[in-house]
């Protein structure tokens, strides 16, 4: 396997991210999207927020091969400093190595940052995210049954949850992502 250099998504990322994003829109219940994301919607989602919510990319040899990205888990402000994450890589770099330690780097910056915890929803089955998470200590806190239908199917979701903070650690105010670049 060749090194990847991870690092923070630019808007020059945004072709290569749509493209990932799409395989997994158009081939897979993965994503509960159903039609395809331009470079544009992407990048503006990531413009609203990427202040605090980072995405990061791996880059192998100046292609991106994949991302992971965190984001509002919902709205109220008491769930602040909880973050829903995600990660998706191109179809032919699975199992290559890329995923963990890109995830890893995501799971830092928000730890650097303040938040308390990370929330992975997982549609289910997917035997290969759920092993992901729980390497990197997520533990499962549930699962949504029959909650989105694509491709003719009704899909569960699961839900899975890491503390980033120590329990019971007072809420800090949550700082802006440090811009870390390292290998892999």
Request: with cysteine; glycine share 10%.
């Amino acid at each position: 396997m060749s090194a990847s250099l991870l690092r923070f998504a630019t808007a020059a990322d945004f072709a290569a991210i749509a493209a990932i994003t799409n395989h997994y829109i158009g081939n897979t219940a993965i994503h509960f999207g159903y039609e395809a994301v331009t470079p544009g919607e992407l990048q503006d989602l990531w413009r609203q927020h990427h202040d605090l919510y980072p995405w990061l990319v791996a880059e192998v040899e100046g292609n991106v091969v994949g991302y992971a990205k965190a984001g509002v888990y919902r709205t109220r402000a008491a769930y602040r400093w909880s973050t829903e994450t995600g990660i998706y890589l191109a179809p032919e770099r699975l199992g290559r190595g890329h995923g963990r330690p890109l995830y890893e780097r995501l799971l830092a910056v928000l730890t650097e940052q303040g938040f308390h915890a990370a929330i992975g929803v997982i549609t289910l089955p997917n035997h290969a995210s759920v092993a992901l998470h729980e390497r990197l200590g997520f533990q499962p806190c549930g699962v949504v049954r029959q909650a989105g239908f694509k491709f003719d199917a009704w899909h569960d979701i699961g839900t899975w949850q890491k503390l980033l903070q120590a329990p019971g650690t007072p809420a800090r105010s949550l700082r802006a992502p440090a811009m870390v670049v390292r290998e892999a």
